[in-house]
C-alpha cells in the first residue's frame, strides 16, 4: 500500500517562495505521475501539475508561470517550489498519485499560509 | 462559465438513494470524458470513489463498496454518482473531476448531508 508524506514550511510572507516536498513509500515510483493539489480554507480542489519518473511536467496554465515540480528518483520524492506568493496563495497543498488519470493515493495534507 | 458545476449542497434520509450531478459546460460533451468521483470528510484528504466513462469502460477504487456507481446523463450532459443505501457515514464532500486539455478540472463540490 503505497503512502505519501508531505513536508514543508508553514508560514510564509507575501512575494516568499513557497516549498514542499513529498516522499513515496511502500510502492513503485515509475510509471506514474506524481501530483500537487491544493484547496484554499473552505473551499474546493485546484490541481497545480504533475510531474512523471523521467521529470516530464504537466502544469496547470493558471499557475504555471510560478509553478517548478521537480524529482528525485533515487530518493523517491518529488517537489512543488511556488514562486511570489500571496494571500491567495493560501490553501492546504496535498501531494498525490495519478494512475492513468486517476487520483487515487493522497498526503496528508499541509496548511500553507500566506501572511505579512 | 465553470468547465464542472455541481450543487453546492443535497440532503437525503439513511437507507434511501442520492444521485450527485456534475454537469459539464456547454461546449464539452459529457461523452468524451471519463468522469472520477471523490468523498472528502472534514479535516482528511479526499478520497478517490471511482472514474466513469460507460458501462464497459468505469473503475471502482480499491475497497469502494458496490453501493457507489457512476453513470451519465447525455441529454444534461452530465456525470453522476449514485450512491444508495445511504449511511451516516456518507455524510462529506463530493468533487467530481475530468481531465480537460490535459489538466484535471475539478467541480465545485457537493455537501452531501445524511439526516
Known amino acids: 500500500q503505497v503512502q505519501l508524506q508531505q513536508w514543508g514550511a508553514g508560514l510564509l510572507k507575501p512575494s516568499e517562495t513557497l516549498s514542499l516536498t513529498c516522499a513515496v513509500y511502500?510502492?513503485?515510483?515509475?510509471?506514474?505521475?506524481w501530483s500537487w493539489i491544493r484547496q484554499p480554507p473552505g473551499k474546493g480542489l485546484e490541481w497545480i501539475g504533475e510531474?512523471?519518473?523521467?521529470?516530464?511536467?504537466n502544469y496547470n496554465p493558471s499557475l504555471k508561470s510560478r509553478v517548478t515540480i521537480s524529482i528525485d528518483t533515487s530518493g523517491n520524492q518529488f517537489s512543488l517550489r511556488l514562486s511570489s506568493v500571496t494571500a491567495a496563495d493560501t490553501a492546504v497543498y496535498y501531494c498525490?498519485?495519478?494512475?492513468?488519470?486517476?487520483?487515487?493515493?493522497w498526503g496528508q495534507g499541509t496548511l500553507v499560509t500566506v501572511s505579512s | 462559465q465553470a468547465v464542472l458545476t455541481q450543487p453546492s449542497s443535497l440532503s437525503a434520509s439513511p437507507g434511501a438513494s442520492a444521485s450527485l450531478t456534475c454537469t459539464l459546460r456547454s461546449d464539452i460533451t459529457v461523452g468524451t470524458y471519463s468522469i472520477y468521483w471523490y468523498r472528502q470528510k472534514p479535516g482528511s484528504p479526499p478520497q478517490y470513489l471511482l472514474r466513469?466513462?460507460?458501462?464497459?469502460?468505469?473503475?471502482?477504487g480499491s475497497g469502494v463498496p458496490s453501493r457507489f456507481s457512476g453513470s451519465k446523463d447525455a441529454s444534461a450532459n452530465a456525470g453522476i454518482l449514485v450512491i444508495s443505501g445511504l449511511q451516516s457515514e456518507d455524510e462529506a464532500d463530493y468533487y467530481c473531476m475530468i481531465w480537460h486539455t490535459s489538466v484535471a478540472v475539478f467541480g465545485g463540490g457537493t455537501q452531501l448531508t445524511v439526516l
Open positions: 510531474i512523471k519518473h523521467n521529470a516530464i511536467t
Open positions: 498525490a498519485r495519478d494512475i492513468d488519470g486517476s487520483i487515487d493515493s
Open positions: 466513469y466513462k460507460s458501462d464497459s469502460d468505469k473503475q471502482q
Open positions: 511502500g510502492g513503485s515510483f515509475s510509471g506514474y505521475y
